[in-house]
């Protein structure tokens, strides 16, 4: 059973940063694509980062593009996003996900955490 963990959220002042986990486990992630997600109040879920657990290839949405940074780290079967330079729009609950390389749809999904950003 895959299991998603998320830390790391909290509150920060616009142009601050924080640096979210996700612990992972049940299985070995290597045929994996690992994905952020947040969720804004009133708003629909978006896609954030993701990357291919091994070879480490990321993807962002265009508007995280130069402030967040995904990464793992394969001993610690853990992903980070590290987000710099916050804004009150980042305000949302951050999701980590997974799913094999193949499929087209996240099929494990953390617990969330919030992230909320004062202006």
């Known amino acids: 059973q895959v299991q998603l963990v998320e830390s790391g959220g909290g509150l920060v002042q616009a142009g601050g940063s924080l640096r979210l986990s996700c612990a992972a486990s049940?299985?070995?992630?290597?045929?994996?694509?690992m994905g952020w997600f947040r969720r804004a109040p009133g708003k629909e879920r978006e896609f954030v980062a993701s990357?291919?657990?091994?070879?480490?290839?990321?993807v962002y949405a265009d508007s995280m593009k130069g402030r967040f940074t995904i990464s793992r780290d394969n001993s610690k079967n853990t992903m980070y996003l590290q987000m710099n330079s916050l804004k009150p729009e980042d305000t949302a609950v951050y999701y980590c996900?997974?799913?094999?390389?193949?499929?087209?749809?996240?099929?494990?999904w953390g617990q969330g955490t919030q992230v909320t950003v004062s202006s």
């Open positions: 996900a997974a799913r094999v390389k193949r499929a087209t749809e996240y099929n494990y």
């Open positions: 049940g299985r070995t992630f290597s045929d994996y694509v």
């Open positions: 990357i291919i657990w091994s070879g480490g290839y990321t």
